[in-house]
C-alpha cells in the first residue's frame, strides 16, 4: 500500500517523491523510460565522456530556496554558459549585446552608443504578441533576420510571428559587454552530474522506483490512496480533446580525436544547416579527456514529447484539459508537461516545491475536520 503513486522520474516527481518521503509518506515512482532523472538523465558514452541524453541542461536559477534544496543532493560546480552563433560567416555572441554588434558591423560603439544604434533600427509596436514582434521592437528586421527568424523556423517549424511573445523573450538582448547566456544569480552544473543528483535524491527508505513501466500498466494493481502526475496531461485522459502540440528533437552525438572541437560551450547555427545548435558537454561538466562529445540538435515534429508549444489555441486546448485536472481530488498535475508549460528545470522544482507544501496543508485542514 502507497500513500503516493507518482508518474514520472524527472525533477517535477523526484522532488514530490524527496519531499513526500521526508513527511512520513511511502511513495512509489514509476518511469517509462529505462532511467530516472527524466530529461536530465546524463551518462558516461563509449568513450567515458560525461554527456546528456536528451541534449545540454544548464543549471541556472534567482531562488535561493530552489538552488539550497537541491545542494542538499549534489556539490555544484560554478558553470557560466556562453554561446556564439553563426552568423554572415562570423562567430559572435548571443544574446546579442555590444560585442555582437561591434564585432558583427566592425564598430567601436560604446554603450550608449549601441543603445542609439539599437533604438534606430528598432520598429515601433505598440502592442508586444508575438514573437516576432519582440525581436522587431528590440532590434529590427536586420538583426531579427539574422539571429531569430532561421532559427525559430527550424526549432518550432513556425514563423515567429506565430509564437507567443514568451518564446523568444527568453532571449534578451544587452546594451553592456555580458556575453553569459543567463544572467541568474546562481549558475551551476551538479558536480557528479544530473543522474546521480537523482540517485541521492530518491535514496530513501519511504521510495521505491520501478522504471519501464508506463503507470496504466501498473495503476490497477498497485493499491495507492492519491497521484501525482507529470507526463503528458493529454495522455492522462487519453487525448479526450485532442493531441496537445510537442516538438520534439533528435540529437545526434558525435565522438571527435581531438582534446576540444569548438571555442564555447554552445555554438547556434540560425541560418545554415538543418540542425539548431551544437553543445560540446566538456565545458559544461568541467571533465578533463583527450577526446570529446558534442551533441546536435535537429527538431522535429514527431518523436518525444519535448516543448510545449507557446501559443494561444494550444493555451486553450490546455485549459479544457486543465479543468478536468481541476475536478480530480485524488491526482495532482505538476511539471513541463503535465501543465504544458514551457519550464526550464528551476520552474519545475519550485513548481513541485509549492505543491508538496499546498498538499500538507490540505491534509493538515483534512485532519483538523
Ligand atoms: P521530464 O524531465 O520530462 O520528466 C517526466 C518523466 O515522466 C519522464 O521521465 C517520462 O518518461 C515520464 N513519463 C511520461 N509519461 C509517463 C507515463 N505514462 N508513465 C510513466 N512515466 C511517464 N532547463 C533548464 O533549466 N536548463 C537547460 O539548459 C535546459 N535545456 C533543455 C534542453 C532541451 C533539449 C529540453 C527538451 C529541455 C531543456 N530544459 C532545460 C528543460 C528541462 O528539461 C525541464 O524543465 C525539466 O526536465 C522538466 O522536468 P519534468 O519532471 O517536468 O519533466
Ligand atoms: N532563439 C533564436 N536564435 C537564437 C537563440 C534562440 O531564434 O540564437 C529563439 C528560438 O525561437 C528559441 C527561443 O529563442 O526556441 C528560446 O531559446 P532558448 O535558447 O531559450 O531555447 P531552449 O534552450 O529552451 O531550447
Known amino acids: 500500500m502507497f500513500d503516493y503513486l507518482i508518474v514520472g522520474a524527472g525533477f517535477a516527481g523526484a522532488v514530490m517523491a524527496e519531499r513526500l518521503a521526508g513527511a512520513g509518506r511511502k511513495v512509489l515512482v514509476v518511469d517509462k523510460r529505462n532511467h530516472i532523472a527524466g530529461n536530465t538523465f546524463d551518462y558516461y558514452d563509449p568513450a567515458g565522456i560525461l554527456v546528456h541524453k536528451y541534449g545540454p541542461h544548464i543549471f541556472h536559477t534567482n531562488s535561493k530556496e530552489v538552488f539550497d534544496y537541491l545542494g542538499q543532493f549534489t556539490a555544484w560546480r560554478p558553470y557560466e554558459h556562453r554561446v556564439l552563433a553563426s552568423v554572415d560567416g562570423m562567430l559572435v555572441p548571443v544574446p546579442i549585446n555590444l560585442n555582437t554588434i561591434n564585432e558583427l558591423y566592425g564598430l567601436r560603439l560604446s554603450a550608449g552608443e ?3 544604434f539599437l533604438h534606430s533600427k528598432a520598429v515601433k509596436i505598440d ?8 525581436v522587431l521592437s528590440k532590434v529590427g528586421k536586420e538583426l531579427y533576420e539574422k539571429f531569430f527568424r532561421g532559427y525559430t523556423k527550424k526549432q518550432w517549424d ?3 510571428s506565430e509564437l507567443d511573445a514568451s518564446v523568444t523573450a527568453r532571449i534578451p538582448v544587452r546594451h553592456n559587454r555580458d556575453n553569459r547566456y543567463f544572467t541568474d544569480t546562481y ?22 522506483v520501478m522504471i519501464n513501466t508506463d503507470y496504466k500498466e501498473v495503476e490497477d494493481s498497485i493499491v495507492f490512496k492519491k497521484m501525482i502526475y507529470t507526463g503528458p496531461v493529454d495522455y492522462y485522459f487519453d487525448y479526450c480533446f485532442g493531441k496537445l502540440p510537442y516538438r520534439s528533437i533528435e540529437f545526434e552525438f558525435q565522438t571527435y580525436e581531438t582534446e576540444v572541437f569548438q571555442s564555447t560551450g554552445t555554438i547556434n547555427y540560425p541560418n545554415e544547416h538543418p540542425y539548431t545548435r551544437v553543445t560540446e558537454f566538456k565545458y559544461l561538466t568541467g571533465q578533463h579527456h583527450p577526446k570529446t562529445s558534442v551533441v546536435y540538435e ?4 514527431e518523436g518525444d514529447p519535448y516543448y510545449p508549444v507557446p501559443r494561444p489555441e494550444n493555451a486553450e486546448l490546455y485549459r479544457k484539459y486543465q ?3 481541476a475536478e480530480l481530488n485524488d491526482v495532482y498535475f505538476t511539471g513541463r508537461l503535465a501543465t ?20 500538507m496543508a490540505q491534509e493538515k485542514e483534512t485532519v483538523l475536520r
Do not use: C, W
Open 114 to 116: 549601441v543603445e542609439d
Open 127 to 134: 502592442r508586444v504578441k508575438t514573437s516576432e514582434d519582440v
Open 158 to 160: 513556425l514563423d515567429p
Open 187 to 208: 549558475q551551476a552544473m551538479p558536480a557528479q552530474g544530473y543522474t546521480k543528483l537523482f540517485e541521492n535524491m530518491l535514496h530513501h527508505p519511504n521510495i521505491k
Open 298 to 301: 535537429y527538431p522535429k515534429a
Open 323 to 325: 479543468h478536468l485536472t
Open 340 to 359: 504544458y508549460k514551457y519550464y526550464n528545470m528551476d520552474q519545475v522544482v519550485a513548481q513541485s516545491l509549492a505543491l508538496f507544501k499546498k498538499i
